[in-house]
């Protein structure tokens, strides 16, 4: 028994010795380790390359915005160009091995935001559609955050977003696995609206009364169509009826609606697909937090038995 704790004893001592080498006098590591840790450079999330795109996207969309009321050309070319942006980042990602959480969350806020602020747009231009746009912009945020928030809780903190299980739903998996289908149906979702936004200079059948003046004598608020917004008189818009946006107004009202009749009708169905899409996410993700909880519930040995 004693030659037994006598061996014990000179193999902790050997240990413990072993790991006195390997640390100095702060308690720093000498191993292969702490060698590999001290040679990796200091990098800055926030300029790495797939995040400087993310960042050009932010710029673009709020150049957008800012055109959006009276410049339907200029807007939908930098809103294209915001969105086109949000294939190129992942590739760049991929390319300088940059992919990270935080260029994750950047690149899907930036997509929420974006579509958002253009559904709000769509809303002030047809009110009849407003609820419509309203309950698209719900379902579009309410999908994505219920995906994200059942990922990072039932996955795990290192779990992407984008990486489903086939067994939890097929549509899912294809949608997010395929880079050409996931392209796709962001794109042409994109582009219906777009071409709804054009729609909304363009053509007469859709807003009647749109950019149209009111007489002098109507009411305050009336407008020339029940249902449409009321429209002032250019005058009172611009001080020049020769100034760059009252030109640009004219140039509005002369808009052909032949080109954004014809995409809104290539890429409604995509759209719809997509809205689905958002509809089966929000499902598939409550039902996963709640399959979390219960299992919790069990654990917990809840519900209590009352005596």
């Known amino acids: 028994m ?181 392209f796709l149906f962001c794109a042409f979702n994109e582009v219906f609206f777009i071409a709804l936004y054009l729609l909304s200079f363009s053509s007469p059948i859709l807003s009647p009364s749109l950019l149209q003046p009111l007489p002098n004598n109507s009411p305050i608020g009336s407008s020339a169509q029940p249902g449409s917004p009321a429209h002032p008189i250019p005058s009172t818009l611009f001080a020049s009826p020769y100034s760059a946006g009252a030109l640009e107004l004219a140039r509005a009202n002369k808009m052909d609606s032949t080109w954004p009749w014809i995409i809104a009708g290539v890429s409604f169905p995509v759209m719809a697909g997509k809205q689905f899409l958002n509809i089966v996410q929000l499902v598939k993700a409550s039902r996963w937090l709640a399959e979390g909880d219960a299992e919790m519930r069990r654990k917990q040995g809840l519900p209590r038995k009352r005596k």
């Open 2 to 182: 004693n030659g037994v704790r006598t061996r014990r004893r000179t193999a902790e001592e050997s240990r413990g010795e072993e790991r006195q080498q390997l640390m100095n006098g702060n308690g720093k590591v000498h191993g292969p380790t702490g060698r590999r840790r001290e040679s990796l450079p200091t990098e800055n999330i926030f300029l790495f390359y797939p995040n400087l795109i993310g960042y050009s996207r932010i710029v673009l969309a709020v150049a957008s915005l800012y055109y959006m009321p009276l410049h339907p050309r200029t807007c939908s070319l930098l809103y294209s160009i915001s969105c086109l942006l949000d294939a190129l980042d992942g590739v760049a990602a991929r390319r300088f091995e940059q992919s990270t959480r935080f260029g994750a969350v950047l690149d899907m806020v930036t997509d929420r935001c974006t579509t958002a602020c253009l559904l709000v747009f769509l809303s002030s231009a047809w009110p009849r559609w407003a609820l419509l746009f309203q309950g698209l912009i719900s379902v579009d945020l309410a999908s994505h955050y219920m995906h994200m928030y059942a990922t990072l809780t039932m996955a795990g903190s290192g779990q992407s977003h984008k990486k489903i299980d086939q067994s939890r739903s097929r549509l899912l998996y294809l949608y997010y696995n395929n880079k050409t289908v996931l």
